[in-house]
């Protein structure tokens, strides 16, 4: 074929890179080193109908103008023909001035491919310019032959139907684009890509509407060219960046997810059959993430930050320079699970592993609510000169923690650490993490309820959430609803009592919190196995509350004498509390208050006495003070129990013999094993032996038991002088008892003959104790102290008589009888593990006095006991305080008290 000028054209190759009209293509020719060569070529002797264009802003005059009929159709004939095609043109000739070139495209790699003219002539889609052409033209008379033909069938433009609905209708601009987004959104549109700004920008017609939209990739950012003077300046890899959108994208068919406004322009994802591009450009080094858009992306952020991951690590364009922020985090640490013993604050917390081992982590990438929040930096809830407390004065903090406590104490949950922030500014290191609990992410859910709000990073700041995206959609959502520190709600208000410390509003409480039983509390901080800070929310205080009944092993204190050493087994103590309470809801029974202002009671967890759980573990003993409570068998149990397994307190503790025979003389003694369970007038006491302990406690169930499931009628039972009986304890429980006078008021005055203790009792509380439970005699027997002479003076006796409780109560003890006066059995009695005399410890005290005796087989104990009285009387300790004198002393000079 020749040219006009008789030459024969040389063939040339290249890739349609688009078609601007029925008659115009771009082709792109072979890279040489840097952008590829474009020209733009124009089919020779056809002329195409015209495309609607949007009136020019720089023209004055200038206005939108409409699709000739076909024109589109024209277009779209040669764009799905052509774009993206390898294919070889030549070059006919070119117009003087204009520079244009006309000549004839070819599918494939050479002239014996479709003619793509001779194609759209046939398909009557444009017309054959007649003029100039010659009839030695083979080539123009053949397109003339191929569109009389199309005239003949009526295809195309020649068809005699009417044209008017191939003229498209076309929107330039959107006037509503929230409305037009929020119609379409997440719905995947038809759309063809008309022209590619950059690498993440690009401008599309809409299909079949024809709305003409500009649409940002969501979630990511290429290179940009930037604007210097009359100038762009690409910045590094901008130009890939906008070839690798370009050569994939530019006229090709796509699905577009219409996904959030920026500037009246639309931000989305553009979907092609064989991918996202924002997945390509990202993990092909050509873009990054960004957070500002992350969130609304659709197709799910965790590929493209997998996208980023991959080209960080491969060092790909962008990233060539990397280098990770942050220390590296070994692979065995990173992930591992745990249980939740401790919620530090609304976003960290302390987790126990598998292993045993402590670990305080924070959540990543949240900031738990401060004080001010954005956008309300002029409201002050904090009066000056207050001492702020972060959970009850932080708007919404209490709320945060209090959603985390009831999700995760003492729940085991998932941890990934994110990264590590080294210490700065004189904050220490910390471990961040992503925790999850079955398959919620607890981080996402806190920000979601509106209880934290997500940090903002540097776009080179990699050391953030492995969830990063969806915390920042989380909050979206929290802000759209208005929740927690999001709202423009006045914020909760807690005002909490702190009685810790302060006697005398402790005082006030005290009658309250008696009447009311059982109270629910949450364990706010431990300080010791058995001294807690309890948050009451009925009563809105926080008090200090210590277990009653037991001795626990004390942690280091510093007092006016100086730091004290931390007893043994108090750490195990501390931990056994913490890990059973801390921040759990329990409930407690409050008794008491001492001089310092704190609450002494019982405190139960899940339905456990802790002051039972603690003496049975070995980390704690038994108080005196329980002997009186409802719970003290339990207590002496649980502590026999331990002491027979040598746990914690009691792993040195050697158990006595029941029974010891001591040759001292004439004087033959036996010592058995007592628990005084009573201290009456005068020093008289009631005890229990240990060796028939078991069957006591066999009965006592029993008992219980049956009265329980078998309640006796009220005031069935009509009580007699010295009779055996059943009675009802104030802890609800049935005793056997003695009915021991019959008191004016109707009540009745009875012996707990199993423990030693009276009480005066309504009929209604008395029933008939069945044959069975006689058969165990009284086990709780009386006795008086040998050797001792009691003051008469009602103060001195009272102070002997409190050291004699000191000194006997809830201790194991010898009991030895000595001698006996009109069925009185006197004793001594010793302590059974340092086996101290406990009426020669009173003596040498100075509380009693040293009784006369004559029996010569008791001489060298008596002798024993005086030589403690004068080291009393030489120390003025006690009754010797106000000189050296006995009562027979006093007669001789006339004094009668």
Same mark, same amino acid.
């Given at each position: 074929?020749?040219?006009?000028?008789?030459?024969?054209?040389?063939?040339?190759?290249?890739?349609?890179?688009?078609?601007?009209?029925?008659?115009?293509?771009?082709?792109?020719?072979?890279?040489?080193?840097?952008?590829?060569?474009?020209?733009?070529?124009?089919?020779?002797?056809?002329?195409?109908?015209?495309?609607?264009?949007?009136?020019?802003?720089?023209?004055?005059?200038?206005?939108?103008?409409?699709?000739?009929?076909?024109?589109?159709?024209?277009?779209?004939?040669?764009?799905?023909?052509?774009?993206?095609?390898?294919?070889?043109?030549?070059?006919?000739?070119?117009?003087?001035?204009?520079?244009?070139?006309?000549?004839?495209?070819?599918?494939?790699?050479?002239?014996?491919?479709?003619?793509?003219?001779?194609?759209?002539?046939?398909?009557?889609?444009?017309?054959?310019?007649?003029?100039?052409?010659?009839?030695?033209?083979?080539?123009?008379?053949?397109?003339?032959?191929?569109?009389?033909?199309?005239?003949?069938?009526?295809?195309?433009?020649?068809?005699?139907?009417?044209?008017?609905?191939?003229?498209?209708?076309?929107?330039? %601009?959107?006037?509503?684009?929230?409305?037009?987004?929020?119609? +379409? +959104?997440?719905?995947?549109?038809?759309?063809?890509?008309?022209?590619?700004?950059?690498?993440?920008?690009?401008?599309? /017609?809409?299909?079949?509407?024809?709305?003409?939209?500009?649409?940002?990739?969501?979630?990511?950012?290429?290179?940009?060219?930037?604007?210097?003077?009359?100038?762009?300046?690409?910045?590094?890899?901008?130009?890939?960046?906008?070839?690798?959108?370009?050569?994939?994208?530019?006229?090709?068919?796509?699905?577009?997810?219409?996904?959030?406004? $920026?500037?009246?322009?639309?931000?989305?994802?553009?979907?092609?059959?064989?991918?996202?591009?924002?997945?390509?450009?990202?993990?092909?080094?050509?873009?990054?993430?960004?957070?500002?858009?992350?969130?609304?992306?659709?197709?799910?952020?965790?590929?493209?930050?997998?996208?980023?991951?991959?080209?960080?690590?491969?060092?790909?364009?962008?990233?060539?320079?990397?280098?990770?922020?942050?220390?590296?985090?070994?692979?065995?640490?990173?992930?591992?699970?745990?249980?939740?013993?401790?919620?530090?604050?609304?976003?960290?917390?302390?987790?126990?592993?598998?292993?045993?081992?402590?670990?305080?982590? *924070?959540?990543?990438?949240?900031?738990?609510?401060?004080?001010?929040?954005?956008?309300?930096?002029?409201?002050?809830?904090?009066?000056?000169?207050?001492?702020?407390?972060?959970?009850?004065?932080?708007?919404?903090?209490?709320?945060?923690?209090?959603?985390?406590?009831?999700?995760?104490?003492?729940?085991?949950?998932?941890?990934?650490?994110?990264?590590?922030?080294?210490?700065?500014?004189?904050?220490?290191?910390? *471990?961040?993490?992503?925790?999850?609990?079955?398959?919620?992410? %607890?981080?996402?859910?806190?920000?979601?309820?509106?209880?934290?709000?997500?940090?903002?990073?540097?776009?080179?700041?990699?050391?953030?959430?492995?969830?990063?995206?969806?915390?920042?959609?989380?909050?979206?959502?929290?802000?759209?609803?208005?929740?927690?520190?999001?709202?423009?709600?006045?914020?909760?208000? +807690?005002?909490?009592?702190?009685?810790?410390?302060?006697?005398?509003?402790?005082?006030?409480?005290?009658?309250?919190?008696?009447?009311?039983?059982?109270?629910?509390?949450?364990?706010?901080?431990?300080?010791?196995? $058995?001294?807690?800070?309890?948050?009451?929310?009925?009563?809105?205080?926080?008090?200090? /509350?210590?277990?009653?009944?037991?001795?626990?092993?004390?942690?280091?204190?510093?007092?006016?004498?100086?730091?004290?050493?931390?007893?043994?087994?108090?750490?195990?103590?501390?931990?056994? *509390?913490?890990?059973?309470?801390?921040?759990?809801?329990?409930?407690?029974?409050?008794?008491?208050?001492?001089?310092?202002?704190?609450?002494?009671?019982?405190?139960?967890?899940?339905?456990?006495?802790?002051?039972?759980?603690?003496?049975?573990?070995?980390?704690?003993?038994?108080?005196?003070?329980?002997?009186?409570?409802?719970?003290?068998?339990?207590?002496?149990?649980?502590?026999?129990?331990?002491?027979?397994?040598?746990?914690?307190?009691?792993?040195?503790?050697?158990?006595?013999?029941?029974?010891?025979? %001591?040759?001292?003389?004439?004087?033959?003694?036996?010592?058995?094993?007592? %628990?005084?369970?009573?201290?009456?007038?005068?020093?008289?006491?009631?005890?229990?032996?240990?060796?028939?302990?078991?069957?006591?406690?066999?009965?006592?169930?029993?008992? +219980?038991?049956?009265?329980?499931?078998?309640?006796?009628?009220?005031?069935?039972?009509?009580?007699?002088?010295?009779?055996?009986?059943?009675?009802? /304890?104030?802890?609800?429980?049935?005793?056997?008892?003695?009915?021991?006078?019959?008191?004016?008021?109707?009540?009745?005055?009875?012996?707990?003959?199993?423990?030693?203790?009276?009480?005066?009792?309504?009929?209604?509380?008395?029933?008939?104790?069945?044959?069975?439970?006689?058969?165990?005699?009284?086990?709780?027997?009386?006795?008086?102290?040998?050797?001792?002479?009691?003051?008469?003076?009602?103060?001195?006796?009272?102070?002997?008589?409190?050291?004699?409780?000191?000194?006997?109560?809830?201790?194991?003890?010898?009991?030895?009888?000595?001698?006996?006066?009109?069925?009185?059995?006197?004793?001594?009695?010793?302590?059974?593990?340092?086996?101290?005399?406990?009426?020669?410890?009173?003596?040498?005290?100075?509380?009693?006095?040293?009784?006369?005796?004559?029996?010569?087989?008791?001489?060298?104990?008596?002798?024993?006991?005086?030589?403690?009285?004068?080291?009393?009387?030489?120390?003025?300790?006690?009754?010797?305080?106000?000189?050296?004198?006995?009562?027979?002393?006093?007669?001789?000079?006339?004094?009668?008290?």
């Amino acid at each position: 074929m020749a040219t006009p000028g008789g030459q024969t054209p040389s063939i040339q190759r290249g890739i349609v890179k688009q078609v601007q009209s029925g008659d115009s293509v771009i082709i792109r020719g072979q890279p040489k080193g840097g952008p590829p060569p474009e020209r733009q070529l124009c089919l020779s002797n056809i002329t195409a109908p015209r495309l609607a264009r949007r009136a020019s802003p720089n023209i004055e005059g200038s206005v939108d103008t409409k699709d000739e009929p076909f024109a589109w159709e024209a277009r779209e004939f040669l764009r799905k023909k052509l774009v993206g095609k390898e294919v070889c043109f030549t070059i006919e000739y070119r117009v003087p001035g204009s520079g244009r070139e006309y000549g004839n495209i070819y599918l494939g790699r050479d002239t014996t491919g479709e003619n793509v003219t001779e194609s759209i002539v046939a398909e009557g889609l444009v017309e054959v310019r007649r003029g100039g052409l010659r009839a030695t033209d083979e080539q123009g008379q053949h397109l003339i032959e191929l569109e009389e033909a199309a005239k003949g069938v009526g295809r195309g433009k020649w068809s005699k139907e009417p044209n008017t609905h191939l003229v498209r209708d076309i929107t330039w %601009v959107i006037d509503n684009p929230r409305n037009f987004m929020d119609s +379409h +959104h997440q719905e995947p549109i038809d759309a063809v890509i008309e022209f590619v700004r950059d690498g993440c920008t690009a401008r599309a /017609f809409l299909l079949p509407s024809f709305h003409q939209i500009t649409i940002m990739l969501s979630g990511i950012k290429c290179p940009m060219f930037k604007l210097e003077g009359d100038k762009q300046v690409p910045e590094p890899f901008a130009e890939e960046a906008k070839f690798f959108t370009e050569s994939r994208l530019l006229q090709r068919d796509v699905k577009i997810i219409l996904e959030g406004i $920026s500037n009246q322009n639309f931000i989305g994802s553009i979907l092609h059959p064989n991918g996202n591009i924002s997945e390509l450009l990202v993990r092909d080094g050509f873009a990054r993430c960004v957070d500002w858009s992350m969130g609304l992306v659709s197709q799910g952020p965790e590929k493209l930050r997998a996208a980023e991951r991959f080209a960080k690590d491969k060092r790909l364009r962008i990233w060539k320079d990397y280098t990770p922020s942050g220390p590296a985090i070994d692979l065995q640490d990173k992930n591992f699970t745990g249980k939740v013993v401790e919620v530090v604050n609304a976003d960290s917390m302390v987790i126990k592993t598998n292993t045993g081992e402590y670990r305080k982590l *924070t959540l990543s990438s949240i900031r738990p609510p401060r004080l001010t929040q954005p956008g309300k930096e002029d409201e002050s809830p904090i009066k000056e000169n207050r001492r702020i407390r972060p959970l009850y004065d932080i708007p919404y903090m209490f709320e945060a923690r209090e959603f985390m406590r009831k999700k995760l104490i003492g729940k085991k949950v998932n941890v990934c650490i994110d990264y590590i922030r080294p210490a700065n500014e004189g904050f220490p290191e910390k *471990t961040c993490a992503t925790v999850t609990i079955g398959n919620i992410n %607890v981080g996402e859910a806190l920000v979601s309820k509106g209880f934290a709000s997500v940090l903002r990073y540097r776009a080179d700041d990699d050391q953030r959430s492995s969830h990063y995206d969806e915390l920042l959609a989380a909050e979206a959502r929290a802000q759209k609803n208005g929740k927690g520190v999001h709202s423009k709600k006045e914020p909760p208000i +807690h005002r909490v009592a702190d009685l810790s410390g302060e006697p005398q509003k402790a005082k006030q409480f005290l009658p309250f919190l008696q009447r009311a039983g059982r109270s629910e509390g949450v364990v706010e901080f431990v300080a010791s196995g $058995s001294r807690v800070r309890i948050y009451l929310p009925k009563e809105t205080c926080l008090v200090t /509350f210590l277990l009653a009944g037991i001795n626990c092993p004390r942690m280091a204190r510093t007092g006016p004498g100086g730091p004290s050493e931390t007893e043994a087994c108090a750490e195990d103590a501390l931990q056994y *509390t913490k890990e059973l309470c801390l921040q759990r809801e329990v409930e407690v029974e409050v008794e008491s208050m001492d001089r310092a202002g704190n609450f002494i009671g019982w405190l139960f967890v899940d339905g456990i006495n802790l002051s039972v759980s603690l003496v049975e573990e070995g980390l704690a003993k038994t108080h005196f003070t329980a002997e009186r409570s409802p719970y003290s068998r339990l207590l002496y149990l649980a502590e026999e129990n331990a002491r027979k397994k040598k746990i914690k307190v009691w792993e040195n503790y050697e158990e006595p013999q029941n029974v010891v025979v %001591v040759e001292e003389s004439d004087r033959k003694t036996t010592y058995k094993n007592v %628990v005084i369970t009573e201290v009456l007038d005068e020093l008289n006491f009631y005890a229990q032996h240990a060796d028939t302990g078991p069957q006591l406690e066999k009965l006592m169930e029993q008992l +219980h038991t049956e009265f329980s499931s078998n309640p006796p009628l009220a005031a069935s039972y009509t009580p007699k002088h010295r009779d055996l009986c059943a009675a009802k /304890f104030v802890d609800g429980n049935w005793y056997r008892a003695r009915v021991e006078k019959l008191l004016p008021n109707k009540n009745i005055q009875v012996l707990y003959i199993d423990y030693g203790n009276s009480d005066s009792v309504s009929v209604t509380d008395l029933a008939a104790l069945p044959p069975s439970y006689h058969s165990l005699p009284a086990q709780a027997h009386r006795y008086q102290p040998a050797f001792i002479s009691l003051p008469t003076d009602p103060e001195a006796l009272s102070e002997a008589t409190a050291a004699f409780k000191r000194e006997v109560m809830n201790n194991n003890l010898l009991l030895n009888v000595e001698y006996r006066v009109n069925a009185q059995e006197f004793v001594t009695l010793l302590n059974a593990e340092s086996r101290d005399d406990i009426m020669q410890n009173l003596v040498k005290e100075g509380y009693v006095m040293v009784e006369k005796r004559r029996e010569k087989r008791l001489q060298s104990l008596i002798t024993e006991y005086n030589k403690c009285q004068d080291q009393a009387r030489k120390s003025r300790l006690n009754l010797w305080r106000y000189g050296d004198f006995t009562d027979d002393d006093a007669k001789e000079f006339g004094y009668q008290k």
